[in-house]
């Protein structure tokens, strides 16, 4: 196994980590954790698979792809955190709460 | 096995290691201290891959930003809410 | 041979537009605009006749009226003026004009005349499209169009039987739109040509190839067609749909929206299948066994009634299949017998229409155990029913005769003998509900207090509903009396049979 | 050249200046912005139309860059048309929303649960989301769409929460989660495509043609992320919420809109990338959208919120969306065309259609501050261009002639007939009668004789305006339709 192959799977290992941890953590915070991993799992696949001439040189363009992706991360997780805080500040509980609990309300 | 090889394995181990540990604690204080390190490991492995350029942007911007806007975030809910011990909502 | 004159073509669109311009235009009057609603409703009503009028005399010198708008590629809104469109076109704008006139009078102070008039208007324009209808496609388009524009008409009154009869009508013809939809779609696919033409365009081969596959392509548009031309077993929406106001149910019961049905069947046999095609495929026979049964179901179902619009529907149930039974018979005497109902049925069970609403209106007076002695009161009204129902049974030289006569003659010679009774029968039945109802009202005493809402000067009750009955029921005479001229729905049901069938 | 490249730029660049002007705050500066991304999104839009029209699918890299380093764009007729599409619903949202929050809301910002936060922020919000769905619609390469994508998703959630309840709060949270995690399976989608091709331009990936294990991963993953924020059934959940609880406006675009830019790009993969995929696969997205049709349509007819009705008759009608699919490409056969024009067209038809009802839906909720279908129906008479508007949308919305919707259920029932899948057919016919069953449950309040309720608030004459703008619009769609059509089929499969 050759060390970039080894960056791949943990790519999709981290990935698969943080889709667990969206799916079972209830609390917001982590939720935006998880996000975040699963994201930099998606940037280890991109940067350690050098589909494109040759493989000792680097790749410029999955570089430039990931430097957007880590931009757009962080805005997303701005927005995420600030909701989050909102939804907080709003039902005082850091979750979402089951659907039809507070909708169906005329 | 090369210790080059050896070096990407602790890398690696390390990455999935504190990503785990970070989303399976209640504790939001340690999750977001296990977060920094996260994404400063991470930018090892980018120095790794070949990508040092991005290394420093992962450090700057993940680890750095997003690690204050969760610290901020830790803050403020440790203000409004009690530390939430017991997890499940429903 | 197509119009000479140049924006002579456009002439079907302008006839649509008559009714379609001033239904927009009242929807935005207010409440009280009362004389400008009037002119808007009259002028459209008028110029519509004049328009027809034209149309008339130039398709009886042999020219044809088209007008097409592409809509999808290989697909045309098409409105075309010809001989059989014109049969339906007339009939819907002379009888639009006089119940116009009379929905004037009889919601005389009534609420919501506004949306009343425009939806009226604008349900005249669905008919007088689908009337002219160049294809299938633009058929269905006028189809759903007169769903539409018929629902707020049958659940005017607000009461919970009206909303009840407008949720079963729209179930049951939405649902037939729905079904006509696919059908003709599957039609298009199948043919590849939706157009209305003179024998049909399905491929009798084709159709000898794989029979089972057409008689079922034909099932789905029938069913489609058959709701609103009330065939039995889909007749269900009709008998309670009298809960509109009498204008309505009126137009409704004799011009738009069951001869919309009754028109496609006609369309479906004549235009699409071709009465060969139908005929080797078995369809028409399907047709005429349906219709035929429909015939004596409705005249025992108006047997018991004693309800006055009740009765009434259920005797246009019955009548309705005339024309279906008529085209399926694959002579042109049968097919004239038919044909011509389209136009005798219309006028017969207008007036008997406007009647029973005249007495519901000036009397209060809704049903036939209400009904002794209103002969003395109303003379001229009753009158005119007995003209009208006597009509319907049959006697000579009456049009419903007429109709009945072409279509036994019809049917002997195209050897289904089985017509003749269930003609006879329909006849007798007919006496059986409409005669004691006669007799009620001229010889039984006065049982029942009448509200009595007064005369208008002389005359028995308003002028506007009056003269509407008066009229209808002098048509009635001279049709009957004068089917022998070639301008009379006679003659031109010859004309449209010799240029068509044969 | 005929410009089309300036103008792609400025369709991105025009909204986010307008964004930039709008968050200087100000009625002034929200109406210059709103006004500068109406006027670029519409200019720009025909010029494509024409350029499109002359000169067949366009192609532009920007930056001189080519492919796959820098951006690329590529624009063919289904482009053009949803920027129109995008254009006109925006202009009469836009124009709407200026009476919305200017002239009502602050004077109730009481009772009224988005008032100066709505004012403030909404107009930046929806022209950066504006920019983001020009940008989906010009995107000539995977990663390009991923970015526009995300910016859409995020703006999207943050319009939800412009109210200030918890249920908007909730909803906006739920439906931002949505949309992050399905990003990120579009993402790591696009990874493995890159990582198999090294290519991120769809027409280099096309030529490629993918298949085989990892592609086809690829391709799942991306279209479980796309349908989640498509919310195509069963992951329709965030939904009803999402959209009833936002301000009128920003309902309207995310029904009409939003929603759009996610199924723009499932049919990018899969009609484009893919050439259909594999026969399972369009045959399940279709088993989902009939499933979407059916449940969604039944859920419409137990709601008793206006605004909560209309959103799950989105849900319904993104179902037929996906009913495209297996009648674009039958088994064993070639590209159905009528089933690609009466999908696309029916998008175009929904999209106009539904914000006429939602912004019909908001003048008469805020005129009488309650949502309740029942309440309406003393809106009928005191508002009688919105109940107009509201009628038509719906008339437009089940398909009656000569409206867009009724094109466009001819069309794909004239594909489910030519090749022979009847169950599909029965489907589309079923799915109409349950649309007509709930427009009509509160259409026929239009007919009740109700006197006006009381504490009517009168409602600006343009938000009357844009909303029965869009819904004749809506209503006439179909009688241009030879043109449309005509659009959609330049550079569409099959032709």
Same mark, same amino acid.
């Given at each position: 196994?050759?060390?970039?192959?080894?960056y791949t799977f943990a790519?999709a290992?981290l990935f $698969?980590?943080?889709?667990?941890?969206?799916a079972?953590?209830a609390?917001l915070?982590?939720k935006?954790?998880a996000?975040?991993i699963m994201g930099?799992?998606v940037?280890?696949?991109?940067? @350690?698979t %050098?589909?494109?001439?040759d493989?000792?040189?680097?790749?410029?363009?999955p570089?430039a792809?990931?430097?957007?992706?880590?931009?757009?991360?962080?805005?997303a997780?701005?927005?995420?955190?600030g909701?989050?805080?909102r939804?907080?500040?709003?039902t005082?509980r850091p979750?979402l709460?089951?659907?039809g609990?507070?909708?169906?309300r005329? | 096995?090369? %210790?080059?090889?050896v070096?990407?394995g602790v890398?690696?181990?390390?990455l999935?290691?504190?990503?785990?540990?970070?989303?399976?604690t209640?504790?939001?204080?340690?999750?977001?201290v296990?977060f920094?390190?996260?994404g400063?490991?991470?930018?090892?492995?980018w120095v790794?891959?070949?990508?040092?350029?991005?290394?420093?942007?992962?450090a700057?911007?993940?680890?750095?930003?997003?690690?204050?806007?969760?610290?901020n975030a830790y803050k403020?809910l440790s203000?409004?809410?009690e530390?939430?011990t017991?997890?499940?909502?429903? | 041979?197509t119009?000479a004159?140049l924006?002579?073509? $456009?002439?079907?669109l302008?006839?649509?537009l008559?009714?379609?311009?001033?239904?927009?235009?009242?929807?935005?009057?207010?409440?009280?605009q009362?004389a400008?609603?009037?002119?808007?409703n009259?002028?459209g009503a008028v110029?519509?006749?004049?328009?027809v009028?034209?149309m008339?005399?130039?398709?009886?010198?042999?020219?044809?009226y088209e007008?097409?708008?592409?809509?999808?590629?290989?697909l045309?809104l098409s409105?075309v003026g010809?001989?059989?469109?014109?049969?339906?076109?007339?009939l819907?704008?002379?009888?639009?004009?006089?119940?116009?006139?009379?929905?004037i009078g009889?919601?005389?102070?009534?609420?919501?005349?506004?949306?009343?008039?425009s939806f009226?208007?604008l349900?005249?324009?669905?008919?007088?499209g689908?009337a002219?209808?160049?294809?299938?496609?633009t058929?269905v388009?006028f189809?759903?169009?007169?769903t539409w524009?018929?629902y707020?008409?049958v659940v005017?009154r607000?009461?919970?039987a009206a909303?009840?009869?407008?949720?079963?009508?729209?179930i049951?013809?939405l649902?037939a739109?729905a079904v006509l939809?696919v059908?003709?779609?599957?039609?298009?696919?199948?043919?590849?040509?939706?157009?209305?033409?003179?024998?049909?365009?399905?491929?009798a081969?084709? &159709?000898?190839?794989?029979?089972g596959?057409y008689l079922?392509?034909?099932g789905?548009?029938?069913a489609?067609m058959?709701?609103?031309? &009330?065939?039995f077993?889909?007749?269900?929406?009709?008998?309670?749909?009298?809960a509109?106001?009498?204008?309505?149910?009126?137009?409704?019961?004799?011009?738009a929206?069951?001869k919309?049905?009754?028109?496609?069947?006609?369309?479906?046999?004549?235009?699409?299948f071709?009465?060969e095609?139908a005929?080797t495929?078995?369809a028409?026979?399907?047709?005429?066994?349906? $219709?035929?049964?429909?015939?004596?179901?409705?005249?025992?179902r108006?047997?018991?009634?004693?309800d006055?619009?009740?009765?009434?529907a259920?005797s246009?149930?019955?009548?309705l299949?005339y024309?279906?039974?008529?085209?399926a018979?694959l002579t042109p005497m049968?097919?004239?017998?038919?044909?011509?109902?389209?136009?005798h049925?219309?006028?017969?069970?207008?007036?008997?229409f406007?009647?029973?609403?005249v007495l519901a209106?000036?009397?209060e007076?809704?049903k036939? @155990?209400?009904?002794?002695?209103?002969?003395r009161?109303?003379?001229?009204?009753?009158?005119? /029913?007995?003209?009208?129902?006597?009509g319907?049974i049959?006697?000579p030289?009456?049009? =419903?005769?007429l109709?009945?006569?072409?279509?036994g003659?019809g049917?002997?010679?195209?050897g289904?003998g089985?017509?003749v009774p269930v003609l006879?029968?329909?006849?007798?039945?007919?006496?059986?509900?409409?005669?004691p109802?006669?007799?009620?009202?001229y010889?039984d005493?006065?049982?029942?207090?009448?509200v009595?809402?007064g005369?208008?000067g002389?005359l028995?009750?308003?002028w506007?509903?009056?003269l509407?009955?008066?009229?209808?029921a002098?048509?009635?005479?001279l049709?009957?009396?004068?089917?022998g001229?070639?301008w009379?729905?006679?003659?031109?049901v010859?004309?449209?049979?010799a240029?068509?069938?044969? | 050249m005929?410009?089309?490249d300036?103008?792609?730029?400025?369709?991105?660049?025009a909204?986010?200046l307008?964004?930039?002007?709008?968050?200087?705050?100000?009625?002034?500066?929200?109406?210059?912005?709103l006004?500068?991304?109406a006027?670029?999104?519409?200019l720009?839009?025909?010029a494509?139309?024409?350029?499109?029209?002359?000169?067949?699918?366009?192609?532009y890299?920007l930056?001189?860059?080519g492919a796959?380093?820098?951006?690329?764009?590529r624009?063919?007729?289904?482009s053009?048309a949803?920027?129109?599409?995008?254009?006109l619903?925006g202009?009469a949202?836009?124009l709407y929303?200026?009476?919305?929050f200017?002239?009502?809301?602050?004077?109730?910002?009481?009772?009224?649960p988005? =008032?100066e936060r709505?004012?403030?922020?909404f107009?930046?919000?929806?022209?950066?989301l504006?920019?983001?769905l020009?940008g989906?619609?010009l995107?000539?390469d995977l990663?390009?769409?991923?970015?526009?994508l995300?910016?859409?998703g995020?703006?999207a959630?943050?319009v939800v929460?412009?109210?200030v309840? @918890?249920?908007?709060t909730?909803?906006?949270?739920?439906?931002l989660?949505?949309?992050?995690?399905?990003?990120?399976?579009?993402?790591?989608?696009v990874a493995?495509?890159y990582?198999?091709?090294?290519?991120l331009?769809?027409?280099?990936?096309?030529?490629?043609?993918?298949s085989?294990?990892?592609?086809v991963l690829a391709l799942?993953?991306?279209t479980?992320?796309?349908?989640?924020k498509?919310a195509l059934f069963?992951?329709?959940?965030?939904?009803?919420s999402?959209?009833a609880?936002?301000?009128?406006?920003?309902?309207?675009?995310?029904?009409?809109?939003?929603?759009k830019g996610?199924f723009?790009?499932v049919?990018?993969?899969w009609?484009?990338l893919?050439g259909?995929g594999s026969?399972g696969?369009v045959v399940?997205l279709?088993?989902?959208?009939g499933?979407a049709?059916?449940w969604?349509?039944?859920?419409?007819?137990?709601?008793?919120s206006?605004k909560?009705?209309i959103?799950?008759?989105?849900?319904?009608?993104?179902?037929?969306?996906?009913?495209?699919?297996?009648?674009?490409f039958?088994a064993?056969g070639?590209a159905n065309?009528?089933a690609w024009a009466?999908?696309?067209?029916?998008a175009?038809?929904h999209a106009?259609a539904?914000s006429a009802m939602?912004?019909a839906?908001?003048?008469?909720?805020?005129?009488?501050?309650?949502?309740a279908?029942p309440?309406?129906?003393?809106?009928?008479?005191r508002?009688?261009?919105?109940?107009?508007?509201?009628?038509?949308g719906?008339?437009?919305?089940?398909?009656?002639?000569?409206?867009?919707?009724?094109?466009a259920?001819?069309?794909?029932?004239r594909?489910a007939?030519?090749?022979g899948?009847?169950?599909?057919?029965?489907?589309l016919?079923?799915?109409?009668?349950?649309t007509v069953?709930?427009?009509l449950?509160?259409?026929?309040?239009?007919?009740?004789?109700?006197?006006p309720?009381?504490? /009517?608030?009168p409602v600006?004459?343009?938000?009357?305006?844009?909303?029965?703008g869009?819904?004749?619009?809506?209503?006439?769609l179909g009688?241009? $339709?030879v043109?449309?059509?005509?659009?959609?089929?330049?550079?569409?499969p099959?032709?």
């Open positions: 196994m050759t060390a970039l192959g080894l790519g290992g $698969a980590l943080g889709f667990w941890a969206v079972v953590r609390h915070v982590w935006v954790f996000i975040n930099s799992g940037f280890l696949i991109l940067l @350690s %050098p589909a494109r001439g493989p000792a040189q680097a790749d410029p363009v570089q792809m990931v430097l957007t992706g880590i931009v757009v991360a962080v805005a997780t701005a927005v995420a955190l909701m989050a805080l939804v907080v500040a709003r005082g979750f709460p089951e659907e609990d507070l909708e169906t005329e | 096995m090369s %210790p080059a090889l070096l990407d890398v690696v181990g390390l999935l290691a504190l990503a785990l540990r970070l989303l399976v209640r504790d939001l204080f340690e999750a977001t296990l920094v390190a996260y400063l490991t991470l930018a090892l492995a790794r891959v070949g990508a040092p350029d991005l290394a420093l942007a992962e700057a911007l993940g680890a750095g930003v997003t690690g204050a806007l969760f610290l403020r203000r409004e809410v530390q939430p017991e997890e499940d909502p429903s | 041979m119009s004159l924006g002579w073509e $456009a002439l079907p302008a006839v649509v008559t009714s379609f311009v001033p239904g927009v235009g009242i929807m935005f009057l207010r409440e009280e009362r400008l609603r009037t002119t808007f009259l002028t110029a519509k006749v004049i328009l009028g034209f008339l005399r130039g398709v009886a010198l042999g020219f044809t007008w097409h708008f592409e809509v999808l590629p290989g045309e409105l010809d001989a059989l469109a014109l049969l339906f076109v007339s819907s704008a002379g009888l639009w004009l006089v119940t116009t006139l009379y929905a009889y919601l005389e102070g009534s609420p919501n005349r506004t949306r009343f008039f009226f208007s349900c005249v324009t669905a008919t007088t689908l002219m209808a160049g294809d299938l496609f058929f388009l189809y759903e169009a007169l524009t018929t707020p008409l005017h607000g009461s919970e909303i009840a009869a407008g949720r079963r009508y729209l049951y013809t649902t739109g939809v059908g003709a779609v599957w039609f298009h696919v199948e043919v590849g040509t939706v157009s209305f033409t003179a024998g049909g365009v399905v491929d081969a084709a &159709a000898d190839a794989d029979p596959r079922l392509l034909f789905l548009l029938l489609g058959g709701v609103k031309a &009330a065939l077993p889909v007749h269900g929406w009709l008998p309670v749909a009298m509109a106001p009498a204008p309505v149910s009126a137009l409704l019961h004799a011009v929206v069951v919309a049905g009754a028109f496609g069947v006609v369309r479906l046999l004549h235009s699409l071709g009465i095609v005929g495929l078995g028409s026979g399907v047709v005429a066994a349906l $219709a035929g049964f429909t015939i004596v179901y409705g005249s025992v108006a047997l018991g009634q004693d006055l619009k009740r009765l009434l259920f246009t149930v019955s009548q299949s024309i279906a039974l008529g085209v018979i049968a097919q004239a017998g038919g044909l011509v109902h389209l136009v049925q219309g006028i017969m069970k207008i007036t008997l406007f009647c029973a609403g209106e000036t009397l007076v809704k036939v @155990s209400e009904m002794g002695g209103v002969a009161r109303m003379p001229i009204t009753m009158l005119a /029913f007995s003209v009208a129902a006597l319907m049959g006697l030289p009456l049009p =419903g005769f109709s009945k006569l072409y279509l003659i049917a002997l010679e195209a289904a089985w017509v006879l029968a329909s006849s007798l039945l007919n006496a059986a509900y409409f005669l109802v006669i007799r009620t009202a010889l005493d006065r049982t029942t207090s009448w009595d809402q005369r208008d002389w028995e009750a308003d506007r509903l009056i509407p009955v008066v009229s209808t002098v048509f009635v005479l049709v009957g009396l004068l089917g001229l070639s009379s729905p006679l003659g031109w010859q004309l449209i049979v240029r068509e069938v044969l | 005929t410009g089309g300036i103008w792609s730029v400025l369709l991105v660049l909204p986010t307008g964004a930039l002007v709008a968050l200087q705050g100000g009625g002034w500066a929200i109406r210059i912005g006004a500068l991304g006027a670029v999104s519409a720009g839009s025909v494509l139309w024409v350029s499109v029209a002359q000169e067949g699918v366009l192609r890299a930056g001189g860059w796959p380093l820098g951006i690329e764009l624009i063919d007729g289904f053009v949803m920027l129109a599409m995008t254009a619903v202009g949202v836009s929303s200026t009476g919305y200017r002239d009502l809301l602050p004077q109730s910002s009481d009772e009224v988005h =008032g709505g004012a403030r922020y107009a930046p919000l929806w022209l950066l504006w920019g983001a020009n989906v619609y995107s000539g990663f390009n769409l991923y970015v526009t995300e910016v859409m995020l703006a959630a943050a929460t412009l109210a309840t @918890s249920e908007a909730v909803a906006g949270m739920r439906y989660m949505v949309s992050l995690v399905g990003s990120m399976l579009f993402l790591l989608g493995l495509l990582a198999n091709y090294g290519v331009a769809l027409e280099s990936l096309q030529a490629a043609g993918p085989g294990g990892l592609p799942a993953l991306m479980v992320g796309l349908a989640a498509t069963p992951l329709h959940g965030w939904l009803p999402a959209h609880v936002a301000p009128a406006p920003g309902s309207a675009i995310l029904s009409a809109l939003v929603v996610s723009y790009i049919v990018r993969l009609v484009d893919y259909g026969r696969g399940f279709g088993v989902m959208g499933a049709v059916l969604g349509s039944l859920m419409c007819l137990r709601q008793v206006l909560r009705l959103a799950y008759s989105t849900v319904a009608q993104l179902g037929y969306l996906f009913v495209m699919f297996p009648l674009l039958p064993g070639v065309t009528d009466g999908g696309i067209y029916h175009l038809s106009v539904k939602f912004l839906a908001g003048s008469m909720t805020v005129a009488v501050a309650k949502d279908i309440a309406i129906s003393g809106t009928a008479h508002l009688p261009m919105s109940f107009l508007a509201f009628g038509l719906g008339l437009g919305l089940a398909g009656i002639p000569p409206s867009g919707g009724f094109i259920k001819w069309l794909l029932l594909s007939v030519e090749t899948q009847w169950l599909w057919a029965v489907l016919a079923v799915g109409g009668l349950l069953a709930y427009v449950m509160v259409l026929r309040y239009a007919l009740e004789r109700t006197e309720s009381e504490g /009517f608030q600006p004459r343009r938000m009357e305006w844009a909303a029965l869009l819904a004749l619009i809506s209503v006439l009688t241009r $339709a043109e449309v059509i005509a659009l959609i089929q330049l550079g569409g099959g032709g």
